[in-house]
């Protein structure tokens, strides 16, 4: 293992635990293509390392969520299809013709202006076609079919922009009830059915998300969008664990950088929220909500020292927080912590911390990710 940065905190990735993930998703996926989705740095994960092992196990197709998301990745080497699933606007069309991103797209305005600095770059560009199956967030309607056709043979005729396929998101493939999910696979095959019988050619289409690769198999299609699932966490706790064997990629930790013996009575931390009812020891950590240990986590929040779970002691704060390891035998400054992880007897999963505040592990992971160094695990 290294690490990426000097801090006395870091997010540890097991990318043996991203290995073996791929291999269950793909075997999974019953031979389907895998995208890699490593948008946000890789859920907070690391686009960069993520994709290598992504690459080891023939992934040749990523997809992210920005155009500065590709262009980090192509900086850093990646020769893969990057697809981009946010729309490109017009005014960095030039971008993703340069860095031969594939857009996704939905009005033939759009796909024209990306067409035109394709051809101005004496390049031909692919895309994917976005259908709103019941997300509500990109895509024509897939209710409209009529103006969708129209709007689409115009992109079809595009000199310089090649339609690679058809592209939607499944809203509700986490949960039990999976009733609006046959619905958005319905209107998908009926948009591209519609498409077929118009005579425009979709070789390619992709709607299976993670919750939708563990329990909807009849959406896999040509190549399958495994996210959350690649870094170890289910969707949601709607789903069956036992259709997907998955490891976590991530742990948090950090090292103590102070200790100090309190009275009874002392107060720590923002608001007074912690007050010692016996004499105490407490030791503080750099890390806090800035680094995406979230703040309303505090009155629940716990760690694991030398093999004991302690409590938060008060408010984290925005760079540091505070531990009472008054259990914690012979605790000194160095000791590692684990804010996030397992030490074979205990463990404090993402889904705590989630559930603690009231949101999902793929905010949490992300969170984490964004300010602390990564230290990789091989």
């Given at each position: ?10 997010v540890?990735?097991d ?5 073996y993930?791929?291999k269950?998703i ?7 293509d895998?995208?890699?989705v490593?948008?946000?740095d890789?859920?907070g994960?690391?686009a ?8 080891e196990n ?7 969520a920005?155009?500065?998301?590709g262009v980090?990745l192509r900086?850093?080497g ?5 697809i981009?699933?946010?729309l490109?606007?017009?005014l960095?069309?030039d ?9 996704v797209?939905?009005c033939s ?5 990306i067409?035109?600095?394709a051809?101005a770059a004496g390049k ?5 076609i976005?259908v709103?199956t019941?997300m509500?967030?990109i895509?024509y ?6 103006f ?5 043979s ?6 310089n922009?090649r ?8 809203s509700t493939?986490?949960?039990y009830d999976?009733t609006y999910?046959?619905l958005?696979?319905a209107?998908?095959n009926?948009f ?9 050619s ?9 919750a939708?690769?563990?329990?909807l ?7 399958v969008r ?5 870094y170890?966490?289910?969707p949601s706790?709607e789903v069956?664990?036992?259709q997907?064997d998955?490891?976590p990629?991530?742990s948090?930790?950090?090292?103590i950088?102070y200790?100090?013996d309190?009275p ?9 929220r912690?007050?010692?009812k016996k004499?105490?020891?407490?030791a503080?950590?750099?890390?806090g909500y800035?680094?995406g ?6 009155p629940?929040a ?7 779970v302690?409590?938060?002691?008060g408010?984290i ?6 531990v009472?390891?008054?259990a914690?035998p012979?605790?000194?400054?160095g ?18 911390i ?7 592990v793929n905010?949490?992971?992300?969170a984490?990710?964004q300010?602390l160094p990564k230290?990789?695990v091989k």
């Amino acid at each position: 293992m290294y690490k990426e940065a000097i801090r006395p905190a870091w997010v540890e990735i097991d990318l043996r635990n991203l290995d073996y993930n791929i291999k269950q998703i793909k075997a999974k996926a019953h031979g389907r293509d895998l995208i890699g989705v490593i948008k946000a740095d890789a859920y907070g994960c690391g686009a960069v390392k993520c994709a290598e092992v992504l690459r080891e196990n023939g992934v040749d197709t990523f997809a992210v969520a920005t155009l500065q998301e590709g262009v980090e990745l192509r900086e850093a080497g990646a020769t893969e299809e990057i697809i981009v699933l946010g729309l490109t606007p017009d005014l960095y069309a030039d971008v993703a013709v340069k860095y031969d991103l594939t857009p996704v797209v939905c009005c033939s305005e759009n796909a024209k202006v990306i067409n035109d600095c394709a051809a101005a770059a004496g390049k031909t560009i692919s895309g994917l076609i976005a259908v709103d199956t019941g997300m509500g967030r990109i895509g024509y309607l897939a209710d409209d079919i009529p103006f969708a056709v129209e709007d689409i043979s115009k992109i079809a005729a595009l000199s310089n922009f090649r339609i690679k396929g058809l592209f939607s998101h499944m809203s509700t493939a986490d949960a039990y009830d999976k009733t609006y999910s046959h619905l958005q696979e319905a209107k998908f095959n009926a948009f591209y059915s519609a498409l077929a019988k118009a005579g425009i050619s979709i070789p390619f289409r992709t709607l299976a998300n993670s919750a939708s690769i563990m329990e909807l198999p009849t959406v896999l299609f040509d190549a399958v969008r495994p996210g959350i699932i690649l870094y170890g966490y289910y969707p949601s706790d709607e789903v069956d664990p036992a259709q997907l064997d998955i490891k976590p990629v991530m742990s948090v930790k950090a090292n103590i950088v102070y200790l100090k013996d309190v009275p009874a009575g002392t107060s720590v931390g923002y608001g007074r929220r912690y007050i010692a009812k016996k004499p105490s020891k407490i030791a503080t950590l750099e890390l806090g909500y800035a680094d995406g240990y979230p703040r309303p986590y505090s009155p629940r929040a716990k760690v694991i020292v030398n093999g004991v779970v302690c409590p938060i002691a008060g408010n984290i704060c925005m760079d540091q927080c505070m531990v009472d390891v008054t259990a914690v035998p012979d605790v000194k400054v160095g000791d590692e912590v684990i804010i996030m992880g397992s030490d074979g007897v205990n463990s404090i999963t993402c889904e705590d911390i989630a559930d603690a505040t009231g949101t999902i592990v793929n905010e949490i992971l992300c969170a984490f990710g964004q300010r602390l160094p990564k230290v990789y695990v091989k």
